[in-house]
């Protein structure tokens, strides 16, 4: 898969976890829809930080010839996915709400906006 595909499959699932995320912080917990997009979401986020790892780092140095400091987010994501969900399984409410609340503004807010910096993608498509 080319790195153009790879960017374009990443965006799909990383933008509507934008809009999932968000609602899931602002809406009441432990309903039946707080824990059908939760799961949604964190699907999403496995599949879009496993995609990322396929994709080489566009700025700043690289580790063998492929990983950047942006794919820290990636490894972020495959940790703390697993670890809030057996969180709130074990009943630890305050363990998970800690735990998706880092990996909303980690790895959406400030990896998403780092996407934004001159040379990325986004950057070209959204400023010329």
Same mark, same amino acid.
């Given at each position: 898969?080319?790195?153009?595909?790879?960017?374009?499959?990443?965006?799909?699932?990383?933008?509507?976890?934008?809009?999932?995320?968000?609602?899931?912080?602002?809406?009441?917990?432990?309903?039946?829809?707080?824990?059908?997009?939760?799961?949604?979401? &964190? @699907? =999403?986020?496995?599949?879009? /930080?496993? #995609?990322?790892?396929?994709?080489?780092?566009? %700025?700043?140095?690289?580790?063998?010839?492929?990983?950047?400091?942006?794919?820290?987010?990636?490894?972020?994501?495959?940790?703390?996915?697993?670890?809030?969900?057996?969180?709130?399984?074990?009943?630890?409410?305050?363990?998970?709400?800690?735990? &998706? @609340? =880092?990996?909303?503004?980690? /790895?959406? #807010?400030?990896?998403?906006?780092?996407?934004? %910096?001159?040379?990325?993608?986004?950057?070209?498509?959204?400023?010329?």
């Amino acid at each position: 898969m080319s790195y153009e595909h790879l960017m374009y499959a990443h965006l799909v699932t990383v933008l509507p976890c934008v809009l999932i995320g968000g609602l899931l912080l602002i809406i009441k917990k432990r309903t039946s829809i707080h824990r059908y997009f939760g799961r949604v979401y &964190m @699907i =999403l986020m496995l599949i879009t /930080a496993v #995609i990322t790892l396929f994709m080489p780092a566009e %700025v700043g140095p690289q580790i063998f010839n492929h990983f950047g400091w942006i794919h820290s987010f990636s490894f972020l994501t495959l940790y703390t996915v697993p670890t809030a969900y057996t969180a709130i399984r074990k009943g630890n409410v305050k363990k998970h709400k800690r735990k &998706m @609340i =880092l990996l909303y503004f980690g /790895a959406i #807010i400030i990896a998403g906006g780092f996407t934004l %910096v001159p040379g990325r993608y986004l950057h070209q498509v959204l400023f010329g």
